[in-house]
């Protein structure tokens, strides 16, 4: 699209209009370098930002465990590291610089040279893990019994004298490194990191990001567990940090399955209501969470939702601590769940805070954005290898490996412009979709001056657009349901698409949560059964190579729908939930490559997915 103009006596200045049709950007909003406490102590000990944001722009690299070059399938268009906040390149430092025991008295200066040996050894083992989980929480204690007290137990690696010129050092490079990067309109490199709050093993993690470049984000340090385990204290910091400096931000939930239902639940952390004034400031910076990653899928589960055929995609029933609990899944710990919570508050306080957008994106630590079955890095360096992927860590119960891992997921966004500005302006705007690896491209809008006919447009964006909301939008009062146009493409490097399915949820007037799931567009011939269910797409892998043919679905879907159940009193959101035909899992082409027949506890083949930010229906507006 050619980008309009504006002479003034005699000079051509480009004009960038708030009414530009957005652009389909793909990218990662969460991905760990070296500088990850966790990561280094699990073998990441190279691989910083530069070999991030080179990985990502489609360069070939060099993988930091086993060595060979690596390179992306398809380069990104925007990419955050966003290490830890916690011991950000303290662990390293310690390790590669060691430590200085000057001014401690002899027993605290022993102690200390004694966890930096100790940690030293542990690392050039490549059992670093051990490290990691000595500072995992307890699960003696609930959530809110850990965070008065404390949200990081005593462990070796708190013995160590952690110099804080380590931290503001590595701040500086990471902010340096993604200026350097960052290339406007071609590729974008925000700068972000992780505030890591785990208190009792619930997961409460957030993605900081921020528009700014590396002079404004050098103004502070970035705000950590240590400062604060309760979201609304980051919150606060947000509000003063971004008055202070005139930084946007925004603050992203990590994947909230394994959060213990704290994520989206309706108390805070510390065992308050929530009212008007948490609500506000929770919506204004929390505008989008993460729904799926390596640690699994957070869309629904099938306790929450049975009637729902696809729940259950990728369940990550492992909680991060240091003793093995089994998996409660909770309603807070899946995003279907916290949306239709947000309408029943709503309802009562008259404000919703989880009006949430979604997006996919990695959670790796290994410095490699990888999403892709077939190109797929793990979670940690150590998982890199199929050998390693099999082994089971911990001993005293069920436990994890790298092929209860994802190959999951990426962010795509709707920005009128590659820049930093411009993704957190469709960030905040909730005009984001997640998928779970490959790049299928969806389009959808809401509302009542939508027609069929517009799925011809050429222009479907400017259109739809005009006549109504795209994603992440809201539609007021009516006496008969809105129009709903989706528009479903394949990714051109994987497979065929299976269907488009619609997500409604709702609360009636009396405060009762609903969902349905309606089968909006799907390929073949085949036909809805009295209860709205369709056969399966069936599945063409070969089961000796793991090879998907795309004998089956359609390289594009497009549906024009409209709300049969729609009832104008409710408050209700609609999401798109777009499928593909099933393709071989990362961890059967382990298996293959293994020789053997299947990846045990492991299915074969998995169906990829896209989830849309919602459209919400307000009939208050």
Do not use: C
């Given at each position: 699209?050619?980008?309009p103009?504006l002479?003034?006596?005699?000079?051509?200045?480009?004009?960038v209009?708030?009414?530009?049709?957005?652009?389909?950007l793909?990218?990662?909003?969460?991905?760990?370098?070296?500088?990850?406490?966790?990561?280094?102590?699990?073998?990441?000990?190279?691989?910083g930002p530069?070999?991030?944001?080179?990985?990502?722009?489609?360069?070939?690299?060099?993988?930091?465990?086993?060595?060979?070059?690596v390179?992306?399938?398809?380069p990104?268009?925007?990419?955050?590291?966003s290490?830890?906040?916690?011991?950000?390149?303290?662990?390293?430092?310690?390790h590669r610089?060691?430590?200085?025991?000057?001014?401690?008295?002899l027993?605290?200066?022993?102690?200390a040279?004694?966890?930096?040996w100790?940690?030293?050894?542990?690392i050039?083992?490549?059992?670093?893990?051990?490290?990691?989980v000595s500072?995992?929480?307890?699960?003696?204690?609930t959530?809110?019994?850990?965070?008065?007290?404390?949200?990081v137990?005593?462990?070796?690696?708190?013995?160590?004298?952690m110099?804080?010129?380590v931290?503001?050092?590595t701040?500086?490079?990471?902010?340096?490194?993604?200026?350097?990067?960052n290339?406007?309109?071609?590729?974008t490199?925000?700068?972000?990191?992780?505030?890591?709050?785990i208190?009792?093993?619930?997961?409460?993690?957030?993605?900081?990001?921020?528009?700014?470049?590396?002079?404004?984000?050098?103004?502070?340090?970035?705000?950590?567990?240590?400062?604060?385990?309760?979201?609304?204290?980051?919150?606060q910091w947000l509000d003063?940090?971004?008055a202070?400096?005139?930084?946007?931000?925004?603050?992203?939930?990590h994947?909230?399955?394994?959060?213990?239902?704290?994520?989206?639940a309706?108390q805070?952390?510390?065992?308050?209501?929530?009212?008007?004034d948490?609500?506000?400031q929770?919506?204004?910076?929390?505008?989008?969470?993460e729904?799926?990653?390596?640690?699994?899928?957070?869309?629904?589960?099938?306790?929450?939702?049975?009637?729902?055929?696809f729940?259950?995609?990728?369940?990550?029933?492992?909680?991060?601590?240091?003793?093995?609990?089994?998996?409660?899944?909770?309603?807070?710990?899946?995003?279907?769940?916290?949306?239709?919570?947000?309408?029943?508050?709503?309802?009562?306080?008259?404000v919703?805070?989880?009006?949430l957008?979604?997006?996919?994106?990695?959670d790796?630590h290994?410095?490699?954005?990888?999403?892709?079955?077939?190109?797929?890095?793990g979670?940690?360096?150590?998982?890199?290898?199929?050998?390693?992927?099999?082994i089971?860590?911990?001993?005293?119960?069920?436990?994890?490996?790298?092929?209860?891992?994802?190959?999951?997921?990426?962010?795509a966004?709707?920005?009128?412009e590659?820049t930093?500005?411009?993704?957190?302006?469709?960030?905040k705007?909730?005009?984001?979709?997640?998928t779970?690896?490959?790049?299928?491209g969806?389009?959808?809008?809401?509302?009542?001056?939508?027609?069929?006919?517009?799925?011809?447009s050429?222009?479907?964006?400017?259109?739809?657009?005009?006549?109504?909301?795209?994603?992440?939008?809201?539609?007021?009062?009516?006496?008969?349901?809105?129009?709903?146009l989706?528009?479903?493409s394949?990714?051109?490097?994987?497979?065929?698409?299976?269907?488009?399915?619609m997500?409604k949820?709702?609360?009636t007037?009396?405060?009762?949560?609903?969902e349905q799931?309606?089968?909006?567009?799907w390929?073949?011939?085949?036909?809805?059964?009295?209860?709205?269910?369709?056969?399966?797409?069936?599945?063409?892998?070969?089961?000796?190579?793991?090879?998907?043919?795309?004998?089956?679905?359609?390289?594009?879907l497009?549906?024009?729908?409209?709300?049969?159940?729609?009832n104008?009193?409710?408050?209700a959101?609609y999401?798109?939930?777009?499928?593909?035909i099933?393709?071989?899992?990362?961890?059967?082409?382990?298996?293959?490559a293994l020789g053997?027949?299947?990846a045990?506890?492991?299915?074969?083949?998995?169906q990829?997915?896209a989830?849309?930010?919602?459209?919400?229906?307000?009939?208050?507006?």
């Amino acid at each position: 699209m050619r980008q309009p103009v504006l002479t003034i006596l005699g000079l051509t200045l480009p004009l960038v209009s708030a009414a530009q049709t957005p652009q389909l950007l793909w990218g990662d909003t969460h991905l760990h370098t070296t500088y990850s406490s966790d990561a280094y102590a699990n073998n990441n000990l190279s691989a910083g930002p530069d070999v991030a944001y080179r990985y990502a722009r489609g360069e070939p690299v060099v993988h930091p465990y086993h060595g060979a070059r690596v390179q992306i399938g398809r380069p990104l268009d925007f990419l955050v590291v966003s290490d830890h906040a916690e011991f950000l390149g303290q662990i390293r430092a310690v390790h590669r610089d060691g430590i200085s025991t000057d001014g401690m008295g002899l027993f605290e200066g022993l102690r200390a040279r004694f966890a930096a040996w100790y940690l030293g050894r542990e690392i050039d083992k490549g059992e670093g893990r051990k490290l990691f989980v000595s500072v995992l929480p307890d699960p003696g204690l609930t959530p809110e019994e850990d965070a008065e007290a404390s949200s990081v137990q005593e462990s070796d690696v708190q013995m160590l004298p952690m110099p804080l010129q380590v931290e503001i050092d590595t701040w500086r490079l990471l902010t340096d490194t993604a200026d350097q990067f960052n290339d406007p309109g071609k590729f974008t490199a925000l700068i972000g990191w992780e505030w890591s709050a785990i208190p009792g093993g619930a997961n409460l993690h957030r993605v900081v990001i921020t528009d700014s470049d590396a002079a404004t984000a050098q103004q502070y340090d970035p705000i950590g567990l240590d400062q604060s385990p309760y979201p609304e204290d980051l919150w606060q910091w947000l509000d003063e940090t971004s008055a202070a400096t005139g930084a946007g931000f925004v603050a992203i939930p990590h994947n909230s399955n394994i959060s213990k239902g704290y994520m989206f639940a309706g108390q805070s952390l510390r065992g308050e209501r929530i009212d008007a004034d948490y609500a506000r400031q929770r919506a204004r910076w929390e505008p989008v969470a993460e729904i799926t990653q390596i640690k699994g899928d957070s869309e629904t589960h099938s306790k929450f939702s049975p009637a729902d055929e696809f729940a259950d995609f990728e369940n990550y029933p492992f909680y991060i601590q240091r003793r093995w609990t089994e998996y409660q899944p909770q309603p807070g710990d899946f995003v279907r769940q916290g949306l239709k919570l947000g309408l029943a508050i709503e309802q009562e306080i008259g404000v919703n805070p989880y009006r949430l957008g979604v997006i996919g994106s990695t959670d790796a630590h290994t410095s490699l954005s990888s999403a892709e079955e077939r190109n797929f890095h793990g979670k940690m360096p150590t998982d890199s290898i199929p050998d390693n992927k099999q082994i089971t860590w911990g001993d005293d119960g069920p436990s994890t490996n790298g092929w209860s891992m994802s190959a999951s997921g990426m962010a795509a966004v709707w920005a009128r412009e590659n820049t930093r500005a411009g993704i957190l302006e469709a960030l905040k705007e909730r005009r984001v979709y997640g998928t779970s690896g490959p790049r299928i491209g969806v389009q959808f809008f809401g509302g009542h001056g939508l027609n069929p006919a517009m799925l011809e447009s050429a222009d479907l964006y400017e259109a739809a657009g005009a006549a109504g909301v795209a994603m992440g939008g809201e539609l007021g009062h009516a006496e008969s349901s809105p129009g709903f146009l989706v528009l479903a493409s394949r990714d051109p490097d994987t497979a065929n698409l299976d269907r488009i399915q619609m997500v409604k949820g709702w609360v009636t007037p009396e405060g009762v949560q609903r969902e349905q799931v309606y089968n909006l567009a799907w390929s073949g011939e085949r036909q809805l059964d009295a209860r709205g269910n369709l056969p399966a797409v069936g599945n063409t892998v070969n089961l000796e190579t793991g090879q998907v043919e795309n004998t089956i679905g359609e390289a594009q879907l497009a549906a024009f729908w409209q709300d049969p159940d729609f009832n104008p009193a409710e408050r209700a959101f609609y999401y798109v939930r777009v499928l593909q035909i099933p393709t071989a899992r990362h961890s059967f082409l382990d298996a293959l490559a293994l020789g053997r027949e299947h990846a045990e506890g492991h299915p074969d083949t998995i169906q990829e997915r896209a989830y849309t930010s919602p459209i919400w229906y307000r009939p208050e507006l």
